[in-house]
């Protein structure tokens, strides 16, 4: 993984200091909160419902088992003892203080970490394929450009203070787990016909109160021209997207109000003054990045692989955690391994310190000590020797942490709602939790199979909603919590939008609601077709019957 | 209002005309951008020496073709959340290669000043109850960027393989 | 008019506060200053915004409450939860939970 050198270090230094100084002048009055509130949320400080909330930037998922502790220290000394993962694979710690915050900043970049550009109206965390540089079929390592574009993204003197916020997305891989279509940038790395690498661009994605999947505006964008043709999309917006609304302001507004082609030949035309030049790298820069995600030295599988798969055949439990957590490896011997966040009945993403440690000392002794976040909330150690599976697995069930449900309907997808967030129009953990103890029994999860339910306390969607399979949004109705269902959502290769199913479901009704549409898919479907699948076969209608005519 | 250019307050010699008033004999003036698009022939004329105000409203290409018989263009920031300006700047600067004042006005930030400066502005019109020795520390918060741009300083990329 | 408290901020540690009578601040609801009319509300603002201008308190609002035997509860879900906590806990560790595997 990516290690910083001494100007890394000392460009996040100076920005600490230069938040302390900022945390101090608002202390002592130099600052209003007006004025400090932008500046304190470009280093993604919050003020919620309950206390100061802390966003810290995981980039592209990667963290080292050092980074992971650090990330435990710092819930156990500033929080109450845990951290939440979110979809943009950061980590949210919700009861810091601000007096505090300078000291936190201190402490992550003592680990080469930071909080920079997690929040406000400028360019976010870029997020990447949890399992890329092992996944057995992607074309390359896309964080080689995640690196890349987090650094010029980092205090962007133009791209500070955009219209609203901006999200960028890498994939390299058919199989999109990166979600970028639903990204204000999404790149995927594709191959051209003479078997070159390059980058398709979309844009316009994105989810929010007008959900919205990317327009390509460019098929394949030769490496050397990534930066130069970011940097002309970002011009185009900063000039161009709405500051009037901030419910019109994000860039899918711009270029579905634009056209998709009058948007291109925009930035076409901003490209061409910035093609080649300055913010491009000199090959020698993207070679120095590049290093860094060399493949590791992989072992031949030993003689004890025999015993793995011995033990596949002879445990039941162990089979089935294989079977839904661990993913084929691109080195033969090796595993990727998901850990679930999603326990029985447990908040959706929320790690303690001593779970955090737990997988920071795992990562150590079997995964080359990296482990990643992923956009569902999970963590994955992606390199596991096949061998050590078994031993791994009994170290995860003594944490809590081997919960063999990854892709199925209790790997649930939720924002913090309105338990801790200031927007949030009615809470989602309870009904995730709710849901998860429904559906308690695995054999049943996974006779249903890959279900991706998602939940959001409010229109802006954090929780994903709109592309979840199943997908709930909760709102307030004359002060009590009623939940609307959207049903068809994706956020693979083939990303769609739900759609709304009909009207709203009570707090005491919302879980019943969910099981009749899952009977009601296990009574259509046909063969092994997984949820959205039948779902897409049969239409919204006897979903809709059956939830609605009985009544 | 103290006008600080080059790190240095001064004396703002530039009279600011509305769309109405004639030009004073002699003055340094500067004009909307509406009145610019309406009189820049005449103005062009009359010899004085000319400005003229953006804001992020204005189509700042219109004025590329006239950057020559312009010292200063005076960009508004009608909220300091309003990022154009940076654009605009450093479209003036690196593109135009304008290189009179450029000048950023309206409710700009201390911790803004470095950013605009990056970007190409070099004179800043603080309000009244800015601290100006403060103002000029928030220039050194930050001393290294990860991309070139106006103010032409070398990039970590370029330290990096110099 | 409904009965009114005033809640902010506490800016130093971000925590829910509400104003009771002197002029302090509490993390509890219960203790706090309750007004009747729209002129206690207004007073009870003017207060609550000195207190924002000396840096101890930020954004302050009203909010509605009902009066359970004198003891305000806020009307709207939002307010509740601000003077309630969150509604799940975190129990420590989540290996609590139990553990399907």
């Known amino acids: 993984m990516y290690s910083y050198d001494q100007y890394d270090t000392q460009l996040v230094n100076e920005r600490v200091a230069q938040f302390r100084d900022q945390v101090q002048r608002r202390l002592d009055g130099r600052l209003s909160e007006e004025e400090f509130r932008p500046l304190r949320l470009l280093n993604g400080l919050y003020l919620q419902l309950h206390a100061y909330m802390l966003r810290v930037a995981v980039p592209y998922g990667t963290l080292s088992s050092a980074q992971l502790r650090m990330l435990a220290q710092i819930a156990r000394r500033y929080d109450r003892g845990y951290g939440h993962f979110t979809t943009r694979q950061n980590i949210q710690y919700n009861w810091t203080k601000l007096e505090d915050a300078p000291d936190i900043l201190a402490d992550l970049a003592s680990v080469e970490m930071h909080a920079i550009q997690t929040s406000g109206n400028t360019i976010r965390n870029t997020t990447s394929d949890p399992y890329a540089g092992v996944a057995a079929e992607e074309l390359e390592d896309p964080r080689v450009y995640c690196e890349i574009i987090r650094q010029w993204s980092t205090l962007h003197p133009e791209f500070t203070f955009l219209p609203r916020k901006f999200k960028i997305a890498v994939t390299a891989s058919p199989n999109d787990r990166a979600a970028v279509k639903v990204h204000d940038i999404g790149i995927a790395i594709r191959k051209n016909a003479e078997g070159e690498t390059g980058f398709e661009i979309l844009v316009g994605g994105g989810l929010g109160r007008t959900p919205m999947v990317g327009k390509t505006i460019r098929d394949f964008l030769p490496k050397e021209h990534l930066l130069s043709y970011l940097e002309a999309i970002l011009r185009v917006y900063n000039l161009n997207g709405r500051r009037d609304n901030k419910y019109k302001a994000r860039i899918k507004i711009l270029v579905h109000d634009l056209g998709t082609d009058a948007f291109r030949e925009q930035v076409d035309a901003e490209w061409e003054n910035l093609r080649g030049k300055g913010p491009e790298l000199p090959p020698a820069e993207m070679e120095r990045i590049r290093a860094f995600f060399a493949p590791p030295e992989y072992e031949k599988p030993g003689s004890n692989h025999q015993d793995y798969i011995e033990k596949l055949r002879t445990n039941a439990g162990f089979a089935e955690w294989v079977r839904a957590n661990v993913v084929e490896h691109k080195q033969n011997g090796y595993a990727i391994v998901n850990i679930s966040l999603k326990p029985e009945g447990g908040i959706p993403g929320d790690a303690t310190a001593v779970q955090m440690d737990s997988v920071a000392d795992l990562a150590e002794k079997y995964s080359m000590a990296e482990i990643r976040v992923t956009h569902q909330q999970n963590l994955v150690l992606p390199n596991v020797r096949q061998a050590d599976l078994f031993v791994m697995w009994e170290e995860l069930r003594n944490q809590g942490l081997a919960t063999n449900n990854i892709g199925l309907i209790s790997d649930i997808i939720a924002c913090p709602g309105l338990d801790y967030c200031g927007l949030a129009t009615a809470r989602s953990i309870p009904v995730a939790q709710r849901i998860s103890t429904r559906f308690a029994d695995l054999k049943r999860q996974h006779d249903l199979g890959e279900l991706q339910l998602k939940i959001s306390g409010c229109i802006n969607a954090c929780g994903h909603h709109h592309v979840g399979h199943i997908g709930i949004l909760g709102v307030d109705r004359n002060n009590e919590e009623y939940y609307q269902i959207t049903l068809g959502g994706r956020a693979d290769e083939n990303a769609a939008i739900g759609k709304i199913i009909g009207r709203a479901f009570s707090s005491d009704d919302v879980v019943d609601a969910v099981e009749t549409v899952v009977n009601t898919y296990v009574d259509q479907r046909q063969d092994d077709e997984r949820f959205i699948d039948t779902y897409e076969r049969i239409g919204p209608k006897p979903f809709k019957e059956a939830l609605y005519d009985a009544a | ?162 | 008019m409904s009965h009114q408290v005033v809640t902010a901020s506490r800016l130093r540690d971000g925590r829910a506060v509400y104003l009771t009578a002197g002029k302090t601040w509490s993390e509890k609801i219960a203790g706090s200053l309750v007004a009747a009319t729209e002129d206690d509300s207004n007073a009870m603002l003017a207060d609550a915004q000195e207190a924002a201008d000396a840096r101890i308190v930020v954004d302050p609002y009203l909010v509605d409450v009902t009066l359970d035997d004198a003891l305000p509860t806020p009307v709207t879900m939002r307010e509740k939860m601000r003077a309630t906590g969150p509604s799940v806990t975190y129990s420590a560790t989540q290996s609590e939970y139990r553990q399907v595997a």
């Open chain 2, 1 to 162: 209002m103290t006008l600080l250019k080059g790190g240095t307050p001064i004396e703002d010699s530039w009279v600011h005309l509305d769309d109405e008033t004639a030009a004073p004999a002699g003055a340094a003036i500067t004009v909307s951008f509406a009145r610019w698009q309406a009189e820049s022939e005449a103005l062009k004329a009359s010899g004085v020496t000319l400005g003229v105000r953006l804001t992020g409203d204005d189509a700042a290409e219109e004025i590329t073709d006239d950057l020559n018989a312009l010292q200063l263009v005076v960009i508004a920031f009608p909220a300091f959340t309003d990022g154009r300006g940076y654009s605009i700047a450093r479209i003036l600067r690196e593109r135009y290669g304008y290189e009179g004042e450029v000048r950023a006005t309206g409710n700009i930030l201390r911790d803004q000043a470095s950013l605009m400066t990056r970007c190409g502005f070099d004179a800043f019109d603080l309000a009244a109850h800015t601290d100006v020795a403060d103002w000029l520390e928030g220039l050194k918060d930050i001393t290294l960027e990860y991309q070139p741009a106006a103010d032409r300083r070398r990039s970590v990329p370029q330290i990096r393989h110099a």
